[in-house]
């Protein structure tokens, strides 16, 4: 004889107690996943799990605070996170918003970035007098003239994508700094090694020796490097503004300190105070026969 199964009827009170046992409650700041079920052309609405949908308005939907029409940017069905914007209202409705996540997100992507050191692409959507303004993954930044690597006219800068590095990038003031000219040198010594000779402009000479600007990095060609003959005066050899050929004889990326040589081009004592044209002529030649003397003791 077969049991006889009761079916108890599953009333509307019934599944209103039901919902009630689960804990629907949702606090602002909270990231949440939601699928959209409705899409309107003042929003989009949700269902986050709770007792009603969620609702994510327009302007709240991206970055920029408009899309594309809304049922292409949000098709139904599909599943995205969110981040609530506001309590629940008497219906058991929050606000949500995909905008303010991304921006979180970005936030949170730079500091990761800066922490890193690292080189990323940014472009260029302005100029103002003290430098560029840039768009970096969505959020608005700034490059001071001081860190850019080319500052001779700003305005060919609008509309290119500028390698840079975090300098700061503070949430709370919504203040975001970038450096080109970091992302540059970086990049320029990762390129460096030992032996390698190099093409620059005499920046500055102090009594110690002269700075020497090449690539985008500055070395230091110390006095006693210019010569095989002892040298007292940096400006016997060379002045400010002078091209230059030389060599790198030791990289301390740690220091950001790059040391160069030119008297291992030399053929013998003194000859860079008195051939320096024929030195830099002959220099890849020259070096070829003197690279050993890189690693001698």
């Known amino acids: 004889m077969n049991a006889t199964t009761n079916i108890q009827p599953f009333s509307a009170d019934d599944f209103a107690n039901a919902l009630a046992e689960h804990n629907y409650e949702f606090a602002v700041g909270q990231t949440v996943k939601g699928k959209v079920v409705s899409v309107e052309s003042s929003g989009i609405y949700v269902d986050i ?7 994510l308005p327009i302007e709240e939907a991206t970055l920029s605070g408009s899309s594309r029409s809304n049922s292409d940017a949000f098709p139904i069905g599909n599943e995205y996170e969110f981040l609530i914007i506001s309590s629940q209202n008497a219906d058991g409705e929050v606000k949500l918003s995909v905008r303010r996540l991304l921006f979180k997100q970005a936030w949170q992507t730079l500091r990761d970035y800066q922490a890193e050191s690292k080189v990323f692409e940014t ?20 490059v001071p003239r001081s860190h850019l690597s080319d500052t001779s006219d700003l305005a060919k800068l609008v509309g290119k994508m500028l390698p840079v590095m975090v300098l700061e990038a503070d949430e709370t003031r919504k203040k975001l700094v970038l450096s080109n000219r970091q992302a540059a040198k970086l990049a320029a010594m990762s390129q460096l090694s030992k032996g390698l000779l190099i093409t620059g402009k005499v920046t500055n000479i102090r009594p110690f020796g002269a700075f020497v600007e090449f690539a985008g990095v500055s070395g230091l060609l110390h006095v006693k490097e210019m010569s095989q003959k002892p040298i007292s005066d940096p400006t016997r050899v060379f002045q400010i503004n002078d091209m230059i050929k030389a060599v790198v004889v030791d990289i301390d990326e740690s220091r950001d300190r790059i040391a160069l040589s030119t008297k291992i081009l030399e053929l013998h004592a003194g000859e860079m105070l008195d051939n320096s044209a024929q030195i830099f002529a002959e220099a890849e030649d020259r070096l070829e026969k003197n690279i050993s003397k890189l690693w001698e003791a």
Not at 49 to 55: C, E, N, P, T, V
């Open 123 to 142: 472009k260029v959507i302005g100029t103002n007098s003290g430098g560029v303004i840039v768009d970096s993954v969505g959020l608005r930044g700034f």
């Open 49 to 55: 799990g709770a007792k009603s949908l969620g609702f």
